[in-house]
């Protein structure tokens, strides 16, 4: 029979390996969470860029509508000019006219600016659109490699816990209940390799006479961190 040293090394190995794959496991859904809402994000900024581009064109709309009736008023302001009688009337005819002409700069202003950033959104659009495919592409992709990969893991972490308690089952007798405790505590991480002298999860430098301890393989626990040391091969 191995001694614990040997037993230990290999119960480390496949702990943390056991680790591993639950690790892999648990993020397989938060993966497809994300996926999920990379989807519903890009699908939000596509909606709000059709939204703005039709606000706009409402707004532009909106604006030739009184470009045109203020063009009308100007006409007819200009009408009145011909037969305006008293001067007072006239240059009251003519200060309205000059504050419709300077409206409707404004409004053509307006409305090429809008037309202008009208073109620029649009010609993001298909790009807007190209990305919620794609999103919706990966996240079909995810999905149906998931439950291969699932599937794959979890036979993996079976063959590991196999092999896991076969390894456990090598514990000398004496030292069992000690590691029980302590990987019911701890998991993955109750144990640690020395490194030269030292517990290589923690650093702190272990006593001659863990070293000996050890060395006869008996159970020793770092002073420090706690953990089950074991001399590396
Ligand atoms: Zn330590």
């Known amino acids: 029979m191995s001694g614990p040293a040997v037993v230990f090394r290999e119960i480390h190995r496949l702990r943390r390996f056991a680790h591993e794959l639950q690790e892999q496991i648990d ?5 497809q969470k994300a996926q999920q809402a990379k989807v519903a994000r890009q699908e939000e900024i596509y909606r709000q860029a059709q939204d703005t581009v039709k606000h706009l064109k ?38 309205e006219i000059s504050d419709a002409k300077t ?7 307006e409305i090429f600016a809008g037309m202008t950033e009208i073109e620029e959104k649009t010609a993001r659009l298909p790009e ?8 919706k592409e990966d996240y079909a992709k995810f999905e149906s490699g998931m439950t291969e990969r699932l599937a794959g893991f979890r036979a993996q972490l079976a063959e590991t816990q196999a092999q896991l308690q076969a390894q456990e089952a090598e514990l000398p007798v004496k030292l069992r209940g000690q590691y029980e405790r302590f990987v019911a505590a701890q998991g993955h991480d109750a144990l640690a390799t020395v490194h030269g002298q030292t517990c290589a999860a923690c650093y702190t430098e272990i006593t001659a006479q863990q070293y000996n301890e050890l060395q006869q393989e008996l159970f020793v626990l770092c002073k420090s961190c706690g953990r089950i040391l074991y001399l590396p091969a």
Do not use: F, M
Request: proline share 2%; hydrophobic share 25%.
């Open 27 to 31: 993020r397989q859904p938060r993966q």
């Open 58 to 95: 409402v707004e532009i709309h909106g604006k030739e509508g009184t470009l045109k009736s203020t063009h009308g008023q100007i006409a007819k302001y200009e009408r009145q000019l011909n037969e305006a009688g008293a001067k007072k009337e006239y240059d009251a005819l003519q200060h």
């Open 103 to 109: 409206k409707c700069q404004r409004l053509e202003e």
């Open 128 to 135: 807007l659109d190209q990305a919620v495919k794609q999103a």
